[in-house]
């Protein structure tokens, strides 16, 4: 499954889903579970809470993303993602620091992937050239 793939972002991915999970869980119970006058703080606590929750759906829909079509450009907007969440919702920081440094790890490890199956691909693509593997004239005509 990871080969040929970053491991941080997969599990950047996880750990985002995880936290998501819990987010959804623990304010449903807290508005769910608060009565009069509770429930009107609670209501207030999950209108601030909802923008991070969209965050972090997007954030982790780009890390798949970017995890399964080996994509840099999806990983970096994961990572940023993440960091708009922090700025989003500064009492939550630390909780989002190991995924913003997971994302932006998978960054550096998907262009060294990139990098290292583009040099594999020309050199299968030069040996065939070299033994008359495809593009040889006399099979045209």
């Known amino acids: 499954m990871f080969a040929y793939r970053s491991k941080a972002l997969f599990f950047s991915?996880?750990?985002g889903l995880g936290y998501?999970?819990?987010l959804f869980s623990h304010y449903r119970s807290a508005v769910s579970g608060s009565i009069g006058v509770g429930q009107d703080g609670a209501a207030v606590a999950s209108a601030m809470i909802?923008?991070?929750m969209a965050l972090m759906?997007?954030?982790?829909?780009f890390n798949l993303v970017a995890f399964f079509f080996n994509s840099k450009g999806f990983a970096i907007a994961a990572g940023a993602l993440y960091c708009a969440c922090a700025i989003v919702f500064v009492p939550y920081f630390f909780y989002l620091i190991p995924m913003i440094v997971l994302s932006l790890v998978g960054v550096a490890m998907v262009s060294k992937i990139n990098k290292n199956a583009k040099v594999a691909v020309s050199?299968?693509?030069m040996h065939y050239q070299?033994?008359?593997?495809y593009g040889r004239?006399?099979?045209a005509a």
């Open 13 to 15: 991915a996880i750990l």
């Open 20 to 22: 998501t999970i819990f």
């Open 50 to 52: 909802l923008p991070l």
């Open 57 to 61: 759906v997007l954030a982790i829909l």
């Open 123 to 125: 050199r299968i693509a």
């Open 130 to 133: 070299f033994i008359g593997g």
């Open 137 to 139: 004239s006399e099979d």
